[in-house]
Structure formats: structure tokens, C-alpha cells
């Protein structure tokens, strides 16, 4: 064995090895571990230049978000719709530093229409129901961003916003979200079940369903969808509960 072999082989000495917090990558596996809580990340940065832009990177934020994905995510706050002068309004939960300002993700429903109701929430998008002039809103509340939609002529000819009971659910893609809206006929008679599903990537609603309902049947809408098999549920309220799900 060589001389430059047995070099090669030997742990370099102790004054030599580099400090744990100065290689990038040990450093990036420890701040993974910080907790998710709002203030983890900003205070980190604080600490230098280096870490700043250890946690700016893009790479680093998808590595923080899927190390956390099966931990529970802190309760931030919640979002109610208050009355219709204050409109919906955020109460934050945390004490600080992670402790939101009120008001941090309020909505003004002022001249959005009457008769405003939250439908539900997921994947941080709101999907509310105005009664009149009988359209939807999706809010997210982080990016600020409001998209307002027109619900389907088709589900306008048989459907009374005063009178019947209507729900819905909001889910995020990648780089887009849908709406799938429920309801039943305004009709005793001949009553239907209604469904249509909205897609931002189109800009469009998709095909109208319709399909028969029991008439004393209806859309339990005091409760969110529930998300299960890949498939949208909803409750339906008749002599014995029931369930009506959508699915792809």
C-alpha cells in the first residue's frame, strides 16, 4: 500500500473537519426541523446572509412543506362570516411571536351582493355562495386573490336561490381549482338532483347532471363536502340519512 493511499484513508484531523453549521447541507436537514408555525422561518433568516438564502430557495420551501406534510398543521385562526357589515373576518388562535393580526384576512362583502353564505374551505380556498345575484366566490385569502363566477344557466332554470338548499366544494390543482356546485329542483314533482363542476384552466362549467331525487328529499347544507376515495359526499336529509357523492 502507497504512501498517497494511507493519506487518503486517514480522518482528517479534528482542527480541520468543518463545523457542522457550516456545511449547507447539515445546516439545511437541521432548519427542516424547525417547527411549522408562521414565525420558524423569518426568524431563521434573521441570523445571517447565508441562512436567508438557504430558506429563500424555492427547493428548500417544497423540502419544509413535505417534511411537515404528516405532522398537524398549527391552527392559525379562523375565518367567520360576522354579519353583512363587517363581512367575514379573521380571528386569530396563536399567541405571539406566530400570533396573526386581527383583521389579517378579512373579506368586505360590501356590494358583493345579498344573502352571502360560506359553502366550505380546502386546500386554502373559499368557496361562498351569493344568494343574489346568484353567483360564487372563490377567495384566497393569502394571495388575496377573489374570482367571482356566474352559476350555470342550467342550474339557474331549475333551481330557487330563496327556497332550496344548495352546497359546494372548492379543490386546488396545481396551478388552477374547480368548483363542483349541488343542489335539487325547486320542484315537488319530478324533483332532481343537480351537479356541475367549474374549472379555472377552462374558464368554463363542464356538462350539466341531472338525475332523479326522492321529493322529500333534501341537500343537508348546514355541513361541508367530505372528501373521501376521490370522491365528493354530501348528506342528504330524508326519512332514514343518506349520501350523495361525485366523484371523477
Known sequence: MTTASLRRRLPLPL?????????????AEILLRLPPLPSSL???SAV???????????????????????????????????????????HPAL?????????????????????????????????????VPC???????????LHRLDVHPEFKLHYHPLEDPISGAVLRAADHFQVVLVGSSCKQQHRRALACVYSSETGA???FVSTPFPSTATIFDHEPAVLAGGCLHWQILTASRNIIHLGA
Open 15 to 27: 482542527s480541520q473537519a468543518v463545523p457542522p453549521l457550516e456545511d449547507d447541507d447539515l445546516l
Open 42 to 44: 423569518p426568524r431563521a
Open 95 to 131: 399567541d405571539g411571536p406566530d400570533r396573526l393580526p386581527r383583521g389579517r384576512f378579512n373579506l368586505n362583502t360590501d356590494g358583493l351582493g345579498v344573502r352571502i353564505r360560506i359553502l366550505g374551505w380546502r386546500h386554502g380556498l373559499g368557496l361562498i355562495f351569493v344568494r
Open 48 to 90: 445571517c446572509t447565508r441562512w436567508r438564502g438557504l430558506l429563500s430557495d424555492p427547493a428548500f420551501h417544497r423540502r419544509f412543506r413535505t417534511h411537515h406534510r404528516r405532522s398537524s398543521a398549527p391552527l392559525i385562526g379562523f375565518i367567520e362570516l360576522t354579519n353583512a357589515v363587517e363581512g367575514i373576518t379573521f
Open 205 to 207: 362549467w363542464g356538462d
Open 135 to 145: 353567483q360564487l366566490l372563490v377567495w384566497d385569502p393569502v394571495a388575496g386573490g
